[in-house]
């Protein structure tokens, strides 16, 4: 007898980029403290740092250098972007992240990428790491609004014909969730990424997963 697949309750997953897919809040908060230094600000603590992943660009290095003036804002954000292209080959994705994703497309599930990157950033991120063709649509910072603004997954919604109750995003931050909850989709945390676990009780996320195999296995029977 072969073993029944659930039935999905999802047809659009989107998947947050850094802290949830791709090991980088480490180097990420390092960057904008570089940054911020390169600059003349106070360097952050690593809790203001990461508390600003998954921000569009200008938004996060404003919120995380309030000492640095709005006129200095270009070159910080120039800094950061060289920071991180020294740091991009370091770069990995979670372990088991790939076979999650492959088990979610042979389920039949719809994938997305809803991130705080840029465009170039995240079509260059796809390429590294040799995801093309395992996402069917994205949406980046600077092409639409940033998080927590539900803007992202209005667009995603719209463009595969989904209701919302039918999308499930995931991600490492209380901004990724904040944006499912204001656009009535269902949200998953994972704790293993830039914002402790504990912060997301507020918006209400159907789970809290503390690691990719995990996050799988809540996948496999409640997606």
Same mark, same amino acid.
């Given at each position: 007898?072969t073993d029944r697949l659930p039935a999905?309750?999802?047809?659009l997953i989107a998947f947050d980029w ?30 203001? @740092? ?5 921000? @569009? ?18 070159? +910080? ?26 088990? +979610?497309?042979?389920?039949?599930? +719809? ?45 995603l919604l719209a463009e595969f014909g ?14 990724? +969730?904040?944006?499912?909850?204001? @656009? ?40």
């Amino acid at each position: 007898m072969t073993d029944r697949l659930p039935a999905r309750r999802y047809d659009l997953i989107a998947f947050d980029w850094d802290g949830t897919l791709f090991d980088s809040t480490a180097i990420i908060v390092r960057c904008i403290q570089e940054a911020v230094c390169d600059v003349g600000g106070e360097r952050p603590s690593d809790l203001a @740092a990461s508390y600003v992943i998954g921000m @569009a660009l200008p938004q996060a290095l404003a919120h995380a250098a309030p000492d640095v003036p709005p006129e200095r804002y270009p070159e +910080l954000g120039l800094r950061y972007r060289y920071h991180y292209a020294r740091h991009q080959d370091d770069l990995v994705l979670f372990d088991g992240v790939l076979p999650l994703l492959e088990r +979610l497309r042979a389920r039949g599930h +719809l994938l997305a990428v809803a991130t705080g990157k840029s465009r170039r950033g995240l079509d260059e991120a796809l390429h590294s790491v040799q995801l093309r063709g395992m996402f069917d649509g994205s949406r980046t910072a600077d092409e639409t609004a940033g998080k927590p603004h539900p803007l992202m997954l209005q667009e995603l919604l719209a463009e595969f014909g989904v209701p919302p109750e039918r999308l499930l995003m995931v991600g490492d931050t209380t901004h990724d +969730l904040q944006m499912a909850q204001s @656009a009535g989709c269902d949200s998953v945390g994972v704790s293993y990424g830039a914002h402790e676990g504990s912060a997301f009780a507020a918006f209400a996320p159907r789970y809290v997963a503390h690691s990719v195999a995990d996050l799988a296995a809540w996948m496999e029977q409640c997606a």
